[in-house]
C-alpha cells in the first residue's frame, strides 16, 4: 500500500526516484510524485495515474536536484487526483513529505492545525504531517537538530501507521525518515545513500542495507547516516548485506511479472528445500530452535494469513495433522484478531505472509504473542517485520515475488509447510519413517514435475481464449482439491474480473447449483483417487445442467467426458496441489491477457495489504 523512494548523494536524483517507483509500483498505482531539492528550493512533480506518466513529465528530466523523495500511491483517504497525490507540502512551502500508512487521527489534527490557521489542498490523512512539523518548528523544539525535533514532536501527535520522508529546503543536505507498521529501508552507497519500501527499489545501486525497525528515526546525509531510537537517543546500527540478484526483479523477456513467476516456481521449491530435506537424511531447519519437549506439550496449532497465503495455510494444516497428529485449525488474518480465539502457551501459531507486512496478519500475530503462544512466521522477504516480531522465522526461497497475484510464492509456501510437518513428525516420531521418505523424495521430485506442468501452457492458453467472454465460472473440489479451487477462483478473480466462486465438491447441491445454467464454466481439481468417483459424481451433475468443464486431474478419465481436460503428473496427494495449482494459474494469466488487462497490476489492489 503506497510505495516510498529517497535518494541524497551525488547524482541526479530524478532517474534513481523514478526507477525506484517503478519497481514499488506494485504496491499501489493510483498516483505517483517526486519532491526534490532544486537551487534551494523544494519542486514537486506529481499527477494521478501511473508511474510512467513522470516518466517524460514537462520539466522533470531537467532538474539537477541530488536529493529528492517519491511516492507511488494507493488511495486511502481521497481519490486519486493531482491534488491528493504525494508529496504534500506544508503551507510555507518549505516541508515535503511522502507518507505510507494511516494516520487515524488526521481530523483531529486537521481541526486543530485549521484552527491555528492552516489550510488544506487535499482529501488525504497525510497532509496533515507537513503542516504539523511546520507547526512544531516554528513553535520550537527541545532538541539541537531542530528538523528532526520537529519531525520527531509531529510524529508524537500521529496514531496509525507510517513510513515517512521528509525534505526541507532549510536543511537541504538530509532526508529525515521514520517508521512505525509500514516499511522501510536504507541503501549505503558510497558519497550517496538510499531509502525505499522494499530491497528490490534500490537494488540496482546497492547490496548493503540498514533496516530500519518500528520508531526508529534515521537522517540520511550524503556520507553518513544517524539513527535513533524513539526518544531521539543516537545508537549504531549494523549494515546486512543482501546476496540478492537485481535481476531477480526484473521480467527477463517475460511480458509480465506473474508469468515469469509462474515459470520461476521449479526453482523456488528447489530454493525452499534445499538444505532442509535431504534424502537419507532427517530434515534441517538450522535456526529453528523448537524440540520435541515443545511440540509435545502442544495441543493446538494456529495457522492464520490472508488471501493466497491462508489457502496455502489449508494445504498445511492437511499435512501437519496427518504427519504429526497435532489438530490445526486454519483462520483468517482479520478475522482471527477480533474474535478472541482460544490461546495459550500450549498453541503453536504460524504466521504465512510472503510480503511479512500484511498488517492483519502482524496484528494477529502480536494477539497470540500476548496470549502467550509462540510464534512462528514463514514469509519470502528477508528481514521484514514479520520477521521482527515473531519468536520463529522460516523463509520460502521464492524470491522477489512483485506480480499483485501470488503464484509462486504460494506453492513455495505449501511446500515449505509440508517440509515443516515433515520436521516436526521426525523429532514428535508421529509418523511411519519409511512413509516420511516416500513423501520426502516426492517432495525432491516436485521441480521436475512442476517443468512437465509447465509444458501444458499452450493448452491453457487456448480454453483461456474461448472462455475469456464468461461472467461467472464456479471451482470444484474435495480435500485439498478444494483448497487449491479456492486459490484458482481467487486467481481468476482477481486479474480477470470474472466472477468466480469454489465451492466443495459436495456442498454445491446444497443451493448454489440453482445457478448453473446452459454454458456455465465450471472447472474441476480432482488429484485424489479415493475421492475422485465422488468429484465426478458431482461434475456429472453439473454437465447434466449444461454446464462447460474443465477438470484439472492426474488421473486418467478415459470413460467420462468433460469438454478440457489438463493432464498433470501423479504425487503424494499431501502436495498435489502444487502441481494442480499451475494450470489454474496458467488460466487466469490467460484470461487476464486476452481481455487486455494489465496482469500485474490489477484495479483496486495492491501487493502488500498493509492496511486494515
Ligand atoms: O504478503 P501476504 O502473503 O501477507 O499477502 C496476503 C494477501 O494479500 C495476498 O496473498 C493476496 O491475496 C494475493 N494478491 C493473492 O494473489
Not at 481436460?565 to 498435489?576: A, F, K
Request: net charge negative.
Amino acid at each position: 500500500m503506497c510505495g516510498i523512494v529517497g535518494y541524497i548523494g551525488n547524482k541526479k536524483a530524478v532517474p534513481v526516484l523514478v526507477n525506484g517507483l517503478h519497481c514499488l509500483e506494485y504496491r499501489g498505482y493510483d498516483s505517483a510524485g517526486i519532491a526534490v531539492l532544486e537551487n534551494n528550493k523544494i519542486v514537486v512533480k506529481k499527477d494521478k495515474g501511473r508511474v510512467a506518466n513522470l516518466d517524460n513529465m514537462p520539466g522533470i528530466n531537467d532538474l539537477e536536484a541530488s536529493i529528492g523523495i517519491a511516492h507511488t500511491r494507493w488511495a486511502t483517504h481521497g481519490k486519486p487526483s493531482m491534488e491528493n497525490s504525494h508529496p504534500h507540502m506544508d503551507n510555507s512551502n518549505q516541508f515535503a513529505v511522502v507518507h505510507n500508512g494511516i494516520i487515524e487521527n488526521y481530523n483531529e489534527l486537521r481541526a486543530f492545525l485549521t484552527e491555528k490557521g492552516y489550510h488544506f489542498l487535499s482529501q488525504t490523512d497525510t497532509e496533515v504531517i507537513p503542516n504539523l512539523i511546520h507547526y512544531h518548528y516554528t513553535k520550537g523544539v527541545d532538541c539541537e537538530d531542530t528538523f528532526l525535533g520537529a519531525i520527531h514532536a509531529a510524529v508524537n501527535d500521529l496514531k496509525g501507521s507510517y513510513a515517512l520522508e521528509v525534505i526541507s529546503n532549510l536543511f537541504p543536505d538530509r532526508v529525515v525518515v521514520v517508521r512505525k507498521d509500514s516499511p522501510l529501508v536504507l541503501g549505503k552507497g558510497k558519497e550517496e545513500n538510499y531509502v525505499a519500501s522494499d530491497i528490490p527499489a534500490v537494488l540496482a545501486y546497492t547490496k548493503d542495507f540498514y533496516l530500519l525497525e518500528d520508531n526508529e528515526y534515521a537522517v540520511v546525509y550524503q556520507d553518513h547516516v544517524q539513527f535513533y531510537d524513539s526518544n531521539l537517543v543516537e545508537h549504531v546500527k549494523e549494515v546486512k548485506v543482501i546476496e540478492w540478484d537485481a535481476t531477480a526483479a526484473e521480467k527477463n523477456g517475460y511480458e509480465d511479472f506473474m508469468l515469469k513467476e509462474i515459470h520461476e516456481q521449479p526453482m523456488a521449491i528447489r530454493e525452499t528445500i534445499k538444505n532442509r530435506l535431504n534424502l537419507g537424511e532427517k530434515c534441517l531447519f538450522k535456526d529453528l530452535a523448537i524440540t520435541k519437549e515443545y511440540l509435545q506439550s502442544l495441543n493446538k496449532i494456529y495457522i492464520v494469513a490472508c488471501g493466497t497465503a491462508m489457502h496455502a495455510g489449508l494445504v498445511g494444516k492437511d499435512a501437519i495433522e496427518k504427519l504429526c497428529k497435532i489438530p490445526v485449525e486454519v483462520d483468517i488474518a482479520s478475522e482471527f484478531r477480533y474474535r478472541d480465539p482460544i490461546i495459550d502457551e500450549k498453541t503453536l501459531c504460524i504466521y504465512i505472509s510472503q510480503s511479512g507486512e500484511t498488517a492483519d496478519t502482524l496484528a494477529a500475530l502480536k494477539l497470540a504473542k500476548r496470549k502467550g503462544a509462540k510464534t512462528l512466521a514463514v514469509t519470502n522477504v528477508i528481514g521484514s517485520s514479520i520477521t521482527r516480531e515473531a519468536d520463529y522465522t522460516v523463509y520460502t526461497y521464492a524470491g522477489p515475488e512483485i506480480a499483485v497475484a501470488s503464484t509462486k510464492a504460494y506453492t513455495s509456501q505449501v511446500v515449505l509447510l509440508t517440509v515443516l510437518a515433515v520436521y516436526f513428525a521426525e523429532l514428535l516420531g508421529s509418523y511411519e519413517e519409511a512413509k516420511l521418505e516416500e513423501l520426502k523424495t516426492e517432495i525432491s521430485g516436485l521441480p521436475a514435475k512442476l517443468e512437465t506442468v509447465l509444458e501444458e501452457e499452450k493448452t491453457l492458453k487456448d480454453i483461456a481464449e474461448k472462455i475469456y467472454t464468461e461472467h461467472d465460472m464456479y471451482f470444484l473440489g474435495r480435500g485439498s482439491d478444494y483448497h487449491v479451487a479456492m486459490e484458482g477462483s481467487l486467481k481468476v478473480k482477481e486479474i480477470s474480473y470474472i466472477h468466480s466462486e469454489a465451492y466443495a465438491s459436495g456442498e454445491l447441491k446444497h443451493g448454489t447449483i440453482a445457478l448453473i445454467e446452459n454454458g456455465i464454466t465450471v472447472i474441476g481439481v480432482l488429484t485424489n483417487p479415493e475421492l475422485t468417483p465422488k468429484s465426478i459424481s458431482n461434475i456429472q451433475e453439473v454437465v447434466s445442467r449444461g454446464a462447460k468443464t474443465l477438470v484439472v486431474t492426474n488421473q486418467d478419465l478415459a470413460n467420462v467426458s468433460f469438454d478440457y481436460v489438463v493432464r498433470i503428473p501423479e504425487t503424494n496427494s499431501l502436495i498435489s496441489p502444487i502441481l494442480s495449482v499451475v494450470p489454474l494459474q496458467l488460466l487466469a494469466y490467460y484470461i487476464s491477457k486476452t481481455k487486455g488487462l494489465d496482469v500485474d497490476k490489477p484495479r483496486n489492489l495492491a501487493k502488500s495489504v498493509t492496511v486494515e
